[in-house]
């Protein structure tokens, strides 16, 4: 494939930004990435394992002369960031983003944007519970969606580059409002998380009465649940405080079906919980049939081999 853009930042090294890094190595998508974190230990990491073509210990050195640059960072930072290079950015240069959130930090960014750069927010629906610059691979975004929203009055051709930038990493790409986003990841991601650190919360609780029998004989459901609920703190309390709005309204509805469901439990409604079981089956089997999902039974996971 040929490259999209010539010199590419990565601001933040973690799961996101590494995958990205080794995504536009596999298809030659740019002449150079220079990369960016916070910490001295990453920046050491990722010289280390080679993770960028430079990595720079200064942000703005990172983000000079780039054409595209890639905010990668926790979603509660994304406008201190963009402060500390907004000075520095070549003007004609690209800004996206792949935070989970998109009103908030769109919000941020947008008011910040020099005169002459394009700010084009994103968020690839890919992901793994875990995090850091070890933790990325090429194959993250392969066959997954990657939503954009190019802020108003955004030149068609800068979006079109960005769209051919993630269909070179492997994804399929859509444009969606932002507000429509934030409600929709409320459903297919944001609630759930939230489900899961409870359950496994109250596993937690309870593992102190049962002298850890729940770790112990540790069920595919609960085992499913701390997968999810292993995912990193700082991202998800930064999920949940700038999605408030879509967050607490699906889980008013979630609080509503739990009701019902206890209450058919109560009352022995078989019917009630067969019909509900089909419907929600069928979720899974749609999910399985869009390529979003294996039909290997438990995840495809071998017993007795290490995933
Ligand atoms: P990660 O692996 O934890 O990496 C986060 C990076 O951000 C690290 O390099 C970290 O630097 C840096 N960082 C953290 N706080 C910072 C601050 N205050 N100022 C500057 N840099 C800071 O996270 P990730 O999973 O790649 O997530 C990055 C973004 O992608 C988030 O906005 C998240 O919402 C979004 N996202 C995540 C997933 C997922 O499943 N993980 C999926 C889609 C989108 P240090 O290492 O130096 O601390």
New binding site residues.
Partial sequence: MAQIYDRVAL????????SIFWGIKRADLAREVRGF???E???ATARDIGLCDVVCDDINDAVKGADLVVL???????G??MKDIRDSLKPGATIT?????KRDVIDQIAPLLPEGVNFVAG???????????R??FAELFDNRWCLLMPSEGTDPSVTAQLRAFWEGLGSNVEEMDADHHDLVLAVTSHAPHLIAYTMVGVADDLRRVTDSEVIKYSAAGFRDFTRIAA??P??WR??FLSNKEATLEILGRFTEELFALQRAIRQGDGEHLHDYFTRTRAIRRSIIDAGQDTDAPNFGRVPGRKP
């Fill in positions: 601001i933040g090294l973690g799961l996101i930004a590494s974190a916070r910490s230990e990453t920046r990668c960072v926790p979603v509660g930072v994304m201190t960031v983003d792949v935070g989970s959130v968020h690839p629906l890919a992901g793994t519970e875990h995090s850091g610059p933790s990325g995912s990193d700082t991202m930064d999920v």
